[in-house]
């Protein structure tokens, strides 16, 4: 049994603890605010659907107790909290401490060894291109699983450590990774920014009215279009860069146990099978906020890099910020805290396989 200690207390952090349950560990949870785990004081954590499971999980009341109280750390919220939580984390994190983060934005690993090398230690970080489970936490202390994934991809830094940590995964989730090349493969391989720009685009009324709408039905063929559209932009890049990831027909086929078909009819399936999910209720929302900056923002940049532009994803971004009223380019901390500018290609690729963004040195005359 491995004690996992869980930063984050929303859907995923619930859903991976009662994963971890099942799988015979301890998970502890930690809610940065206090506010997402007070629900746990009264009642144990219940998890329904793919998962069943009743049980009280530990929880952390700060970020040294997380780390100190377990074996392995998971991060599990979204890419607008993962700055504050390295932050917050990365002083007490152990030399050789396995971290996980479920699901991988941006250049969080980076930033992530950059903390850690300042305190000169090392700890395997590994990034997930998605989540091991899918849900929605409810009423209380409730979380409804709706799929645990078949296929998850991962990637560690510094790569030396991909074999050890890849064995870890599997021991606390399952048999279910699929080692991709270094940060930048992972970072391609996280399908939400592309499949949330079209849902949200062709929903964007329901999201604002806080209407309840099955999202799979709501991938309709011009929204399914749209999606392939973008995920054509994603592999074009990948391709461009010698990097392998999934298409978005492998990722729905292998997330949500449908055949392979047009993006459209698999949402319909899953939709008739009950496990399309309902979108969001309110145009505030992660598929927004969240994967706009620290995947549409991140994804533009990859692609001008490798002379590849995703204008559809830019154009997504320029359109959500005239909608938010927002300059989504400059809302990535995690970007803005490691300023890219004057790297070239060559050192986003080492940091892709050490974790450390550094100056590749220019070749001797
Ligand atoms: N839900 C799903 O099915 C899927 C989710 N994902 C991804 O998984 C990740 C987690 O998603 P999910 O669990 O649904 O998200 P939630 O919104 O449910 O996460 C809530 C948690 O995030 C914390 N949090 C939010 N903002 C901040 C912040 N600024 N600083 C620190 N902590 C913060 C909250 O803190 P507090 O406890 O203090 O309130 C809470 O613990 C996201 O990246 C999402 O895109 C990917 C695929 C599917
Ligand atoms: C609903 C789902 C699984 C697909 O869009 C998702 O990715 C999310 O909630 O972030």
């Known amino acids: 049994m491995s004690r996992v200690g869980i930063a984050g207390a929303g859907s995923i952090a619930f859903g991976s603890a009662a994963l971890l349950h099942v799988n015979g560990h301890d998970p502890m949870l930690w809610s940065p605010s206090g506010a997402s785990t007070r629900a746990l004081e ?81 700890a395997p970080i590994t990034a997930w291109g998605t989540t091991a489970v899918t849900g929605r936490r409810g009423e209380g202390a409730t979380v409804t699983v709706n799929t645990v994934r078949g296929k998850v991809d991962l990637c560690t830094v510094p790569e030396t450590r991909a074999d050890c940590a890849r064995a870890v995964c599997t021991g606390l989730f399952g048999d279910v990774f699929v080692p991709r090349d270094g940060l930048l493969a992972i970072m391609l391989s996280n399908l939400n920014p592309q499949n949330h720009l079209g849902i949200a685009l062709g929903n964007i009324t329901r999201m604002e009215r806080g209407e309840t709408w099955s999202q799979g039905q709501n991938v309709t063929p011009k929204v399914g279009a749209l999606l392939e559209a973008l995920d054509a932009e994603r592999l074009a890049i990948a391709d461009a860069l010698g990097l392998q990831t999934k298409t978005i027909f492998e990722h729905f086929s292998a997330s949500f146990h449908v055949p392979m078909s047009s993006i459209s009819e698999m949402n319909q399936q899953m939709h008739a099978q009950g496990n399309g999910g309902t979108g969001p209720a309110t145009a505030d929302s992660r598929y927004v906020t969240e994967d706009v900056p620290y995947g549409l923002v991140p994804t533009a940049v990859l692609g001008r890099l490798a002379g590849r532009p995703a204008t559809l994803h830019e154009a997504g971004t320029q359109i959500f910020g005239a909608m938010y009223g927002r300059d989504f380019t400059a809302e990535n901390d995690i970007l803005n805290a490691l300023d890219l500018t004057g790297h070239t290609l060559d050192d986003l690729r080492g940091a892709a396989r050490t974790g450390l963004l550094r100056k590749t040195p220019e070749p001797a005359n």
């Open 42 to 122: 009264d009642a144990p954590l219940t998890a329904t659907g793919a998962i069943d499971a009743q049980f009280a999980p530990r929880v952390a009341t700060s970020a040294q107790q997380l780390c100190e109280d377990n074996d392995a750390i998971l991060i599990a919220l979204p890419g607008y909290g993962h700055k504050a939580v390295f932050d917050a984390l990365a002083p007490h994190i152990r030399d050789g401490q396995h971290v996980i983060v479920s699901s991988h934005a941006s250049f969080g690993a980076v930033y992530l060894t950059r903390l850690l090398d300042a305190r000169g230690i090392t």
